[in-house]
């Protein structure tokens, strides 16, 4: 490897990231210019691996404007051996302060997809040689007008009512079953979406949903419509089978708001309420792998 050269990009080269093809262009990503642009992306930030002058890896930590939280890794491209990358990947960590977290966005189903593993194989085992561990995956789910399951009439549906009772029901509920922006909450503002959604998603809860069995709460949907995308950014329950029914409602809620789409994330372990999203209309859209430090307690 000694021709190769690695680097961050100085100010003025971005169209340099831009020279080697997108490996995976079926992704819906931020354009790295867009990035740049918006401030989350910065050329010094941005490492190059250039070989014969191309280049053959890339790797961009994002931070938004006014984030609280450590760069992560956001995109993390190698038309080279692993070896490659992880050599970038630790010169990059040593400048930057350590390693941070690696966000490997991919596409839908990609374990089952040949064409997919032959370009993310290498990138993967670079971030492992590079000292990361793999700490779980996230998928993103898309609803996009699938008409949406009848209500059973068993339970009924209001709006919460007050700041307070939603605190009291995410008090209650160990393990919500969707967290949209889980990431984006701690990262930019170092909220656990899991324990305190509203100081992430802002008190205007008129369109947050309660299921009630027999006049006691059983679950709650928050949901976000007027956020970059309307989303269901918190689904919780005290009883598991209001799960199919408050999914429905929410998406509804958000449908009647005048959504055309609705995305929600969900853990790929959580496999009972990935089956009920796919079973309301929703489909997958991309996978996230988490990979962090062996020390973090990300």
């Given amino acids: 490897m000694t021709d190769l050269v690695i680097r961050p990009l100085v100010a003025g080269e971005e169209n340099l990231f831009d020279s080697m093809p997108d490996p995976l262009p079926q992704l819906r990503q931020v354009a790295y210019a867009d990035g740049i642009a918006g401030g989350g992306y910065r050329p010094e930030t941005t490492w190059v691996a250039l070989r014969a002058g191309r280049v053959v890896g890339?790797?961009?930590?994002?931070?938004?404007?006014?984030?609280?939280?450590?760069?992560?890794?956001?995109r993390f491209d190698l038309d080279?051996?692993?070896?490659?990358?992880?050599?970038?990947?630790?010169a990059a960590h040593e400048a930057l302060g350590g390693p941070g977290l690696y966000y490997a966005a991919l596409p839908a189903h990609w374990r089952r997809r040949p064409e997919v593993l032959?370009?993310?194989?290498?990138?993967?085992?670079?971030?492992?040689?590079?000292?990361?561990?793999?700490?779980?995956e996230r998928l993103r789910c898309s609803w996009t007008g699938t008409p949406l399951p009848a209500s059973s009439g068993r339970y009924d549906f209001r709006a919460p009512v007050d700041a307070a009772?939603?605190?009291?029901?995410v008090a209650r509920i160990a393990e919500p079953d969707v967290l949209?922006?889980?990431?984006?909450?701690?990262?930019?503002g170092g909220v656990d979406l899991a324990t305190d959604p509203l100081a992430w998603l802002g008190d205007n809860f008129k369109e947050w949903r309660v299921a009630v069995d027999a006049g006691k709460p059983v679950g709650l949907a928050g949901t976000a419509g007027d956020a970059c995308f309307p989303q269901l950014a918190y689904l919780g329950l005290l009883d598991e089978a209001a799960r199919p029914e408050l999914l429905a409602e929410a998406v509804?809620?958000?449908?009647?708001?005048?959504?055309?789409?609705?995305?929600?994330d969900v853990d790929s372990h959580r496999v009972a309420v990935l089956a009920e999203l796919e079973r309301t209309g929703?489909?997958?859209l991309r996978s996230r792998v988490v990979f962090a430090s062996p020390n973090s307690q990300e």
């Fill in 58 to 74: 890339r790797a961009a930590w994002v931070l938004p404007p006014g984030a609280i939280g450590a760069p992560w890794l956001e």
């Fill in 165 to 169: 009772e939603i605190n009291t029901l």
């Fill in 252 to 264: 509804r809620v958000l449908a009647a708001g005048g959504a055309r789409e609705v995305i929600a």
């Fill in 180 to 188: 949209t922006g889980v990431e984006n909450a701690l990262a930019v």
């Fill in 118 to 136: 032959a370009v993310v194989r290498a990138p993967m085992a670079a971030a492992q040689l590079a000292g990361l561990v793999e700490r779980g």
């Fill in 80 to 90: 080279a051996e692993p070896e490659v990358g992880a050599e970038l990947l630790r």
């Fill in 282 to 284: 929703f489909r997958q």
